[in-house]
C-alpha cells in the first residue's frame, strides 16, 4: 500500500525567504507525482507534474524534484511572498488495485505561512 | 477554457437523507475521479470513472456509489447519510493516460447533521 508523508507538516517564514517542502513515498512504482496547493476551503489547484522519468520540473519561482529510487520529491518556493500562504499538498499517481487508470495518492500536506 | 465545475458548492442534508453530487470535467478530459476530504483523514479516494465505466473503486463503503455518463460527465450519490460522511468532496478530470495529472474542481462542502 502506497503511504506518502510530508514534511514539516507547518511551516512559517518572514517574507523573501527561499523554502524546501519535502515528500516521500513507500512504493517507486509510480506514473507520476503531482505538487497541489490548496487555500482554506477551497480545491486543489495544480502546481507542477513531474513524470516517472523526469528529474524536476520548473514553474516561475517553483521547482520540483524528483528522486524515484529512494521515493522523494521536493518542492522549493523562491523568494516567498505572503500570498503563498497555503497548504501544499504531493500525490503520487499509480495504477489502481484493478490494474487501470491512474489514482493518486495524497500527503497530509505541509501548512505554509509567509509573514510580512 | 472552463475548469472542472462542481455543484452545488454547499449542501446540508440529515442523517439518513441520500444525497447527489455533480461533476463537469474539462472538456475533452475522460477520467474523472472522486475524493473525500475531511480533517482527520486528509484526501482519500473515492472512485475512477473512465468512458462510463468504473476502473477503480476505495476503500469506502457501498453507500457510496457513482456513474459517468457518455458526455463524460459524473454523478456521485451517498445513500444514508451518517454524521462522518460531513466533507469536502472533490472532482478531478483528465486526459485518459498515465502521464496527464488531474485538474481539480472547487469541490461541493457537504454538511450532516
Known amino acids: 500500500k502506497q503511504e506518502v508523508t510530508q514534511i514539516p507538516a507547518a511551516l512559517s517564514v518572514p517574507e523573501g525567504e527561499n523554502l524546501v517542502l519535502n515528500c516521500s513515498f513507500t512504493d517507486s512504482a509510480i506514473y507520476n507525482l503531482q505538487w497541489f496547493r490548496q487555500d482554506p476551503g477551497k480545491g486543489l489547484t495544480s502546481l507542477l507534474l513531474i513524470q516517472s522519468s523526469q528529474r524536476e520540473q520548473t514553474s516561475g519561482r517553483l521547482n520540483a524534484s524528483l528522486d524515484k529510487s529512494s521515493g522523494r520529491s521536493t518542492l522549493y518556493i523562491a523568494a516567498s511572498q505572503p500570498g503563498d500562504s497555503a497548504t501544499y499538498l504531493c500525490?503520487?499517481?499509480?495504477?489502481?488495485?484493478?490494474?487501470?487508470?491512474?489514482?493518486?495518492?495524497f500527503g497530509t500536506g505541509t501548512q505554509l505561512k509567509v509573514e510580512l | 477554457k472552463a475548469g472542472v465545475t462542481q455543484t452545488p458548492r454547499y449542501l446540508i442534508k440529515t442523517r439518513g437523507q441520500q444525497v447527489t453530487l455533480s461533476c463537469s470535467p474539462i472538456s475533452g478530459h475522460r477520467s474523472v475521479s472522486w475524493y473525500q476530504q475531511t480533517p482527520g483523514q486528509g484526501l482519500q479516494f473515492l472512485f475512477e470513472y473512465f468512458s462510463e465505466t468504473q476502473r477503480n473503486k476505495g476503500n469506502f463503503p457501498g453507500r457510496f456509489s457513482g456513474r459517468q455518463f457518455s458526455n463524460s460527465r459524473s454523478e456521485m450519490n451517498v445513500s444514508t447519510l451518517e454524521l462522518g460522511d460531513s466533507a469536502l468532496y472533490l472532482c478531478?478530470?483528465?486526459?485518459?493516460?498515465?502521464?496527464?495529472?488531474?485538474?481539480f474542481g472547487s469541490g461541493t462542502r457537504l454538511t450532516v447533521v
Open positions: 500525490a503520487v499517481g499509480r495504477k489502481g488495485l484493478t490494474g487501470g487508470g491512474n489514482k493518486l495518492t
Open positions: 478531478a478530470s483528465s486526459l485518459a493516460g498515465q502521464n496527464y495529472g488531474y485538474t
